[in-house]
Nanobody, 124 residues
Framework: QVQLVESGGGLVQAGGSLRLSCVAS????????MGWFRQAPGKEREFVAT????????DYADSVKGRFTISRDNVKNTVYLQMDSLKPEDTAVYYC?????????????????WGQGTQVTVSS
């Protein structure tokens, strides 16, 4: 059974930073691509960032490119999302997700397992 547990969310002022973490249980964490998504009230879940099995390949939504950084530690079974220069429009529940394959994916349908989410609120 795979479980994903996010942490690191909170309330921050615009221009500030937060670092989200997602710890995965289960075997072979290092074999699978991971992703971060977010969902604001009344909106659909949207792609934020993805990272391949090795950590060498990453990609970002245009809205966060240059401000957010995804990374992973396969020894600690953890994926991170460093969020800098936060804006009020970044306010959402942030979810990490695991694929059943090793390559990156950009839609929720490409992911098999999901965490419970962590709230990020950016005040203006």
């Amino acid at each position: 059974q795979v479980q994903l547990v996010e942490s690191g969310g909170g309330l921050v002022q615009a221009g500030g930073s937060l670092r989200l973490s997602c710890v995965a249980s289960g075997r072979s964490f290092g074999s699978y691509a991971m992703g971060w998504f977010r969902q604001a009230p009344g909106k659909e879940r949207e792609f934020v960032a993805t990272i391949d099995w090795s950590g060498a390949g990453t990609d970002y939504a245009d809205s966060v490119k240059g401000r957010f950084t995804i990374s992973r530690d396969n020894v600690k079974n953890t994926v991170y999302l460093q969020m800098d220069s936060l804006k009020p429009e970044d306010t959402a529940v942030y979810y990490c997700a695991r694929r059943s394959g090793s390559s990156r994916a950009y839609t929720p349908l490409g992911y098999t397992y999901w965490g419970q989410g962590t709230q990020v609120t950016v005040s203006s």
